[in-house]
Nanobody, 125 residues
Framework: QVQLVESGGRLVQAGGSLRLSCVASGRNFDTYTMGWFRQPPGKEREFVAAVHWSSPTTYYLDSVKGRFTISRDDAKNTVYLQMNSLKPEDTAVYYC??????????????????WGQGTQVTVSS
């Protein structure tokens, strides 16, 4: 497993942008499919975006397509989530997730074994 630490969450106005970062400690970061999940207030946690371990292939929740971009920098053991055109309904705690050698499908269905502590994103109207 890897240990994950998210950062970058804050209060932002609707239409604004944020970039979340997740730094992983541990070995072989480039063998982990990385994902972002979120939990809105009073709701269950949901998948947001993922990037595959062996290719730049990505996968997104329909409601964030065209607005959010996930990327990874294996040299820095870091995954990013660039969020543009933010909406109040994007308000949530955002969690980073890592799964060793898992597919994008498996990530989107519940994620891997490693979770970060979460970072709060609040979008005001």
């Amino acid at each position: 497993q890897v240990q994950l630490v998210e950062s970058g969450g804050r209060l932002v106005q609707a239409g604004g942008s944020l970039r979340l970062s997740c730094v992983a400690s541990g070995r072989n970061f480039d063998t982990y499919t990385m994902g972002w999940f979120r939990q809105p207030p009073g709701k269950e946690r949901e998948f947001v975006a993922a990037v595959h371990w062996s290719s730049p292939t990505t996968y997104y929740l329909d409601s964030v397509k065209g607005r959010f971009t996930i990327s990874r920098d294996d040299a820095k053991n870091t995954v990013y989530l660039q969020m543009n055109s933010l909406k109040p309904e994007d308000t949530a705690v955002y969690y980073c997730n890592a799964g060793h050698l898992i597919s994008l499908s498996t990530m989107s269905s519940g994620g891997g074994d490693s979770w970060g502590q979460g970072t709060q994103v609040t979008v005001s109207s």
